[in-house]
């Protein structure tokens, strides 16, 4: 039986926290199985979900013979000082997601607390719901997602894993003075969408290398379909996307991530990475519930 964290397909609750840690130096696995089991096992509010991810090596020492095929840390993608994403993999990745902030927080917070001395922070971001479900540019985001929860799951959810998910998170920081420079025909032909219908561009109105056009790939007759649960996130002075998405298999994620950045030996890159950074990047796994109850204890 398929049995995926939950959280993953979730989609109503607006408040988004991720959180990032690495292992602490003597971090054992014992311990660190320990504190995981801690953090899972606090009390949620109705509604509110956690989903968690390991990366590579973290997997592999707390769950020997669990790793699924293919699972490897995410790369760095381009040349460091020109456009490119940078490799910031580390341990653990929490996604809690829920009907208020504050729920969020007291999660966080007792998460932290659990792992107190077995890992340490190093990313906390907090993502909202943007007029609907638009990202900062303005344009809706997620539309191209598979619709329903069998198409779901097949973009997400690697093959014999019982409901394991590879992940990846990117950190983008927008330019959005020089987004907004652009008219609102240059910025749909940027994305490949209309910007208040939400309609894809078609034929020669849709450039090849608009954000759609790099990013809808098919190889040999399969739609390399990945499933995306971003959230936009900042303040004033510094805001962007929190891009998450799951994919069945890393390839689909190189493959779109080579495409935006100028790397698939077709001479295109994505105009959209001309208006906001990638600062950070790693892949994750999302074990299924039943590999956490194994692990852990207790599931997501
Ligand atoms: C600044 C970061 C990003 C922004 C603001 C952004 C925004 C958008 C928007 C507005 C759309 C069109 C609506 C939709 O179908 O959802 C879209 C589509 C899409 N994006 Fe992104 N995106 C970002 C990064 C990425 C990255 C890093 C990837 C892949 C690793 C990606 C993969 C996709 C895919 C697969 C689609 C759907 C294409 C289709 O089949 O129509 N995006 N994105």
Request: hydrophobic residues 40%; negative net charge.
């Amino acid at each position: 039986m398929t049995a995926p964290q939950e959280g993953i397909f979730v989609e109503e609750p607006p408040c988004n926290t991720f959180l990032e840690y690495d292992l602490s130096p003597g971090g054992e696995p014992a311990r660190v199985r320990a504190a995981v089991a801690a953090g899972l096992g606090l009390a949620r509010q109705d509604g509110q979900h956690l989903v968690v991810g390991f990366g590579d090596a973290l997997w592999r020492r707390l769950a020997p013979g669990r790793a699924p095929e293919g699972l490897r840390s995410f790369a760095a993608i381009g040349e460091t000082g020109g456009q490119h994403a940078p490799a910031t993999q580390r341990d653990i990745w929490y996604w809690l997601q829920g009907p208020c902030p504050d729920a969020n927080f007291d999660l966080a917070l007792g998460i932290d607390r659990a792992l107190r001395g077995v890992a340490e922070l190093k990313l906390e971001t907090s993502g909202f719901k943007y007029h609907g479900d638009r990202d900062l540019i303005g344009f809706v985001d997620g539309t191209g997602n598979p619709k329903d929860r069998e198409a779901k799951a097949a973009a997400a959810l690697i093959p014999g894993a019982g409901g394991g998910a590879f992940v990846v998170t990117q950190q983008w920081v927008h330019d959005l003075p020089s987004f907004e420079a652009l008219d609102v025909g240059e910025q749909e032909a940027v994305v490949g969408r209309t910007k208040v219908e939400d309609i894809e561009l078609e034929g020669p109105a849709m450039p090849a290398d608009s954000h759609v056009s790099r990013t809808d790939v098919s190889e040999d007759g399969v739609a390399m379909k990945i499933y995306r649960r971003s959230a936009p996130y900042g303040t004033v002075r510094e805001h962007g996307l929190y891009f998450v998405a799951f994919a069945c298999d890393l390839h689909r994620f190189d493959i779109q991530l080579k495409r935006m950045y100028g790397l698939a030996g077709d001479g295109l890159s994505d105009r959209l990475i001309d208006f906001s950074r990638a600062v950070t990047g790693a892949y994750w796994f999302a074990p299924s519930d039943a590999d956490l109850a194994a692990v852990f204890g207790t599931t997501g």
